[in-house]
């Protein structure tokens, strides 16, 4: 099931008051250091610190009330289930999310927190949890909620560029952190939903370029290895309904290395003071590393995630040349 534009519309009704409406963040000092001005959706401002619990909510909205008494089951390495076990608490849902044992700590406490059981044992990687995920589903009559190949889900997250577009129309292009692609898809489909004209660029870290494999492939592939500090890229392999949107919309993607990465969050950090994980800051690395995006054309992030390792963002202050 594809969404459409009528669900984005839906969803944007559905969650108006239910999810924060996140300021675009804008600097001078940004603006220089990237070559064009640049629009930043804080979505690591909004409930559960990323943009993912705007998809949970709306699926959770229209879910059947059976759907939601058998208690639910989703994957994650993170925003996904921190966004799930937000929406399940409203909705006075059991929630059970597989992580990967090696998941941010500060994000595997903060979902057992909303109150969700995490089942982390013998969970190697992404591959391994939704492997488990299937298992505990059918051992135990749950409901099973894909943290991003979902129609409903994309179309709540569509939510997030929809915004963005209404608050500044004159984009021309904007860069979408890519992993599993449901921020990417719902970027296409909020395109359409506003008929603009921005043009779409997806980006991932150099280490989980999915996308990129996939693409070549024609069909959704898993890369031979995802190594990367930005955790909330990290799925094993595109959605089938995001990799078919983007293909179809011709999508161009850019992949960008985990120090430009790092630079970038810290770059994000000191001229937007807004605190943002590694993922949420793969657009800004593009854009300031990438020659080809240097061109002066407004354009616009989303800042996807603040659920950060403060421990990495420490390190990464403290290594910085010219950093106190």
Known sequence: MTPTIADVRRAADALRGQVIRTPVLFSEALDALAGCPVFAKAECLQHSGSFKVRGALYRLLTLPPEALADGLITVSAGNAALGLAHAAREFGAE?????????????????????????????VDAAAAFARAERLRAEHGLTFVH??????????????????????????????????????????MAKRAAGSAVEVVAVQPSGAAGFVVSLAAGEPTAPPAIRTVADGLTAPMPGRLNFTLAAE????????????????????????????????????AALTYEPGLRDGRPTG????????????????????????
């Open 147 to 188: 943290p991003f190949d979902d129609a409903m889900v994309v179309a709540g997250a569509a939510t997030a560029t929809l915004e963005l577009l209404e608050d500044r129309p004159g984009l021309e292009r904007l860069l979408v952190p890519a992993s599993g692609g449901g921020l990417l898809a719902g970027a296409i």
């Open 249 to 284: 919309a011709g999508i161009e993607v850019r992949t960008v290395h985990d120090q430009d990465i790092l630079d970038a969050m810290v770059t994000l950090v000191r001229t937007l003071r807004v605190v943002v994980e590694p993922s949420a800051a793969v657009g800004l």
């Open 95 to 123: 929630l059970t999310v597989v992580m990967p044992a090696k998941a941010v700590p500060e994000k595997l406490a903060a979902v057992a927190a909303y109150g969700a059981t995490v089942v982390t044992e013998g969970v």
């Open 301 to 324: 992030l989303i800042l996807s995630g603040g659920n950060v390792n403060w421990r990495l963002l420490a390190d990464t202050f403290r290594v910085l040349p010219g950093v106190a």
